[in-house]
T-cell receptor
């Protein structure tokens, strides 16, 4: 079955430090993968997506993600975290002909000043 | 400027009292989705519309219904809310002809007393 796994439930980093959030997928074919961010009490905002082509994908707010087929991973990175990046981050994969999204459990990011 | 609008943002209802949540969009997208997100969990798809075609997820309780009177609006009806239905309800839209990206509204947080 198709699935998306985010191994880290909580991550805390210091402001200005680099960040990597892990995402692993289980799909038979080339997956369509997404990273969304959710601030408390808000909806989901798309950070970036990967469908095909260049495996390093640039997104909004200075985020990037790298698709690694050999590792079944799509990790999200940011070189320098800002306090406003504190939020919940969801990795998701597309499933089915109607683009159903399968979400990982989410990673809650806290940023220390 | 808002593209996917959900009303109300916060809804309180009593156990067993029917409630309707609203979603509207200015994107003219033909696909609309309803997700349920319980506290500290990932969003879970309840159902979606492709144009007027309604598609229910297999594990969506019968207590949940939906209506889509036109392209712009979609409603989620909970016929007899239970305490376990307290959650954030997220609406999303997609242009089914050209993109795999879903655009989310800010959500409605439902409290059941």
């Amino acid at each position: 079955a198709q699935s998306v796994t985010q191994p880290d439930i909580h991550i805390t980093v210091s402001e200005g430090a680099s960040l990597e959030l892990r995402c692993n997928y289980s799909y038979g074919a080339t997956p369509y993968l997404f990273w969304y961010v959710q601030s408390p009490g808000q909806g989901l905002q798309l950070l970036l997506k990967y469908f095909s082509g260049d495996t390093l994908v640039q997104g909004i707010k200075g985020f990037e993600a790298e698709f690694k087929r050999s590792q079944s991973s799509f990790n999200l990175r940011k070189p320098s975290v800002h306090w406003s990046d504190a939020a919940e981050y969801f990795c998701a994969g597309r499933s089915g002909g109607y683009n159903k999204l399968i979400f990982g459990a989410g990673t809650r990011l806290a940023v220390h000043p | 400027d808002a593209m996917v609008i959900q009303n109300p943002r916060y809804q309180v209802t009593q156990f067993g009292k029917p409630v309707t949540l609203s979603c509207s969009q200015t994107l003219n997208h033909n696909v609309m989705y309803w997700y349920q997100q319980k506290s500290s969990q990932a969003p879970k798809l309840l159902f979606h519309y492709y144009d007027k075609d309604f598609n229910n997820e297999a594990d969506t309780p019968d207590n949940f219904q939906s209506r889509r009177p036109n392209t712009s609006f979609c409603f989620l009806d909970i016929r007899s809310p239970g305490l376990g239905d307290a959650a954030m309800y997220l609406c999303a839209t997609r242009d089914g002809s050209s993109t795999d990206t879903q655009y989310f509204g800010p959500g409605t947080r439902l409290t059941v007393l």
